[in-house]
């Protein structure tokens, strides 16, 4: 007779959290609520006084170590700092051979040669979805031949305010009283001029058919309220149109409120017994 011995439990992966803003905390609140499989182990963050002080409200207390510091001591890091700080974060994560998970399409497109890093070293990158939708039928459809990829940006003005491209080409979008386009260009020229708003449109450059041939179009429109984008997806196998109306967060109008919550279903994703989707 054999007598089957029950593997020991496996322990939780730990989390560090780069950013301590508006997607780093609510990342950090459903990590100290709990999240089977996952710990929240450290937190990265540039200013650690007010890092600290909103760390107060968590259940469990964790520390705040330096970019070096959260790659000793988690398995996963979550990026979600401003992109000029995304290799700073990037580069000693995936040296150590960790998975991160990022939101700044801006960033790898900024940086490729990070993907090269993660395969020397043995680590991961996890672009999650974000404030974007139907990233798993662009994959799909990449799969086979996609023949133009579409995406269209209407924000709040309040929202755009601050976009370097804005202020290179004296665009004040806070005196627009009428729906303005606002750029026109490929997802790569605007993930630059645009980094703090349209990471969705990175994202979805890097899922289908790259950055150069996907085409974008930003619109300051005082009559919308969400952030809202739409994508027309023209390919072989299939022809699809989404939508999506995001609600900016309160504490940053040009970051939707759903930006964090794909982060926290990314990492369920990484432990869950059953993930839906590509």
Known sequence: MTIEV??????????GIAGYGTIGRKVAAALDRGIDG???????????????AAMRALEGQVPLVDADGLAQAADVIVECVPRAAFIAIAEPALEAGRVLVTVSGAGLLAHPEVVGLAKRHGGRIIL??????????????????????????????KSLKGAPYLDET?????????????????????AKGFPANVNVAAALGLAGIGPDRTRL????????????????????????????????SDENPATGKITALSVIACLRGLVAPLKVGT
Do not use: Y
Request: proline content about 7%.
């Open 38 to 52: 996952l710990a929240l182990a450290a937190v990265c963050a540039r200013d650690r006084a007010k890092a600290a």
């Open 217 to 248: 179009e930003i619109w300051a429109d005082p009559t919308v309220t969400r952030n809202t984008h739409s994508i027309k997806v023209e390919s072989d196998e299939a022809r699809f149109q989404m939508t999506i109306e995001n609600v900016p």
């Open 128 to 157: 999650a979805t974000g404030a974007l939708l139907g990233l798993d039928a662009v994959r799909a459809a990449a799969e086979g031949t996609i023949r133009s990829i579409t995406m269209v940006t209407r924000k709040p003005p």
């Open 170 to 190: 004296g665009i004040d979008v806070l005196r627009v009283n009428a729906p303005t386009k606002v750029f026109d260009g490929s997802a790569r020229d605007g």
């Open 6 to 15: 029950p593997s020991a439990p496996r322990a939780p992966l730990k989390v």
